[in-house]
Every structure is written in C-alpha cells, then in structure tokens.
C-alpha cells in the first residue's frame, strides 16, 4: 500500500500551504488518517487525525491554524494549514490506520499502519 503526500514548500511566516495525502488505488479502506511533523532534532509528532467518521482531533500547537480534512471516496486526507510559523518548520508525513488493500495478486491484506513518503514544509520568518 502506498500513501503519496505532495504540497510542501517554502513560505513566509503567515502564509498557507495545503497538504495533501493520497492513498493508491489497491486500498479497499482505511480507518483514521492523520498527519505527523517531524522537525530536524526532535521527535515525530502528531499534528492532526481524522476518523473515517470524520471525528478529528489537532495538536494545540496548531488548533485554530491547521483543518485536517478528508475525501473518504478517494481515501485522501488534507492538512490546510494557515499562519504558518517559522516553528511549524518540518517534514510532514501522512498516516493511515487499520488499512485493508488490494495485495499484488490481488488477495486483500490488513495492515495496522501505513506511511507517506513525507514532505518538508519550511516557514521563513
């Protein structure tokens, strides 16, 4: 199974960017979705998560600033991100939870977790 995240970049201190994350074709579906951020240093953490019922939860570092949302029908997940700060600085990666796809030959295969590949959001000041 395969996550491709796009839309990172480099912006100035206020700016937006949107995050998207979607899923490949082989994934028959998905439960949570969630966006992490893993800056240069310091550990992975969770920005925000989405339930296939549409249930989120955001980091309060960003609550206010960054919408996680989701396309169920498309198994991709967004992160719209707003008044970005030079500290929301980071490689943003996609997760998704409980995934059930498609394997090679075509047998479905549960998976507790899968990843994006990440994508670097830099924030000039």
């Known amino acids: 199974v395969q996550l491709q995240a796009s839309g990172g970049g480099l912006v100035q201190a206020g700016g937006s960017l949107r995050l998207s994350c979607a899923a490949s074709?082989?994934?028959?579906?998905?439960?949570?979705m969630a966006w992490y951020r893993q800056a240069p240093g310091k550990e992975r953490e969770l920005v925000a998560r989405?339930?296939?019922?549409?249930?989120?939860n955001h980091a309060d570092s960003v609550k206010g600033r960054f919408t996680i949302s989701r396309d169920n029908a498309k198994n991709t997940v967004y992160l719209q991100m707003n008044s970005l700060k030079p500290e929301d600085t980071a490689v943003y990666y996609c997760?998704?939870?409980?995934?059930?796809?498609?394997?090679?030959?075509?047998?479905?295969?549960?998976?507790?977790?899968?990843w994006g590949q990440g994508t670097l959001v830099t924030v000039s000041s």
């Open positions: 997760n998704a939870e409980n995934v059930l796809y498609h394997n090679y030959d075509g047998a479905p295969v549960a998976a507790r977790y899968a």
């Open positions: 074709r082989s994934i028959i579906s998905v439960d949570s």
């Open positions: 989405i339930t296939n019922g549409g249930y989120t």
